[in-house]
């Protein structure tokens, strides 16, 4: 179980400046914009009160394309993060990814939560997909030494849950 915590904090230490806005999820206008506002707030690390509500009205209220659509989504599923709720954060990053029309940071966002909530399967799997992308953005180039690392971690705490799990069910007998 140490073992499992120490890499998780690894992972976290490693990813933890990798999530936050970039230029591309800056929308242009309106409950968008505001919802971008706080994904800055989280990048600077001022988390005190914080909200989704710009996010949840330009959701529902502004006329998005696609593309800002799914940035507004990536950047709900960062400050609900950040709020602590994991769940939240992971449904509102899937519909992100649904949404996007490359691998970028989004992707790598939704991993390193999968791998938070312990779903090492997860994080393997978008890794691996991040990792063997030919159309991935330059922020996971430039990250792709930190990603390998991620992955590495992935793996090895999912071989450490399927021991303990494998020594749960041998005592269990």
């Known amino acids: 179980m140490k073992r499992l915590f ?3 904090l690894s992972l976290f230490l490693a990813t933890t400046s990798l999530a936050g806005p970039t230029n591309d999820s800056r929308p242009i206008s309106g409950a968008a914009d505001l919802c971008y506002q706080q994904t800055v707030r989280v990048a ?10 710009a996010c949840n009205r ?10 800002d659509r799914s940035f507004v989504f990536y950047n709900r599923g960062i400050v609900q993060q950040a709020m602590g709720e994991l769940d939240a954060a992971r449904s509102s990053l899937e519909r992100s990814v649904k949404l996007a029309d490359r691998i970028d940071l989004r992707q790598l966002t939704l991993a390193q939560v999968a791998f938070k909530q312990g779903d090492y399967s ?14 991935a953005s330059p922020d996971i180039e430039k990250r792709r030494a930190v990603i390998e690392k991620n992955l590495a971690l ?6 450490d849950k ?12």
């Open 154 to 159: 992935a793996v090895s705490a999912l071989r």
């Open 122 to 135: 997860v994080a393997v799997r978008l890794y691996e997909q991040i990792l063997g992308s030919p159309n």
């Open 44 to 53: 600077r690390g001022d988390v005190e009160k914080l909200s989704i509500a």
């Open 58 to 67: 330009a959701l529902r209220n502004d006329p998005l394309t696609r593309k």
């Open 162 to 173: 399927t021991q303990l799990g494998d020594v749960a069910m041998n005592l269990a007998r």
């Open 6 to 8: 120490a890499l998780a």
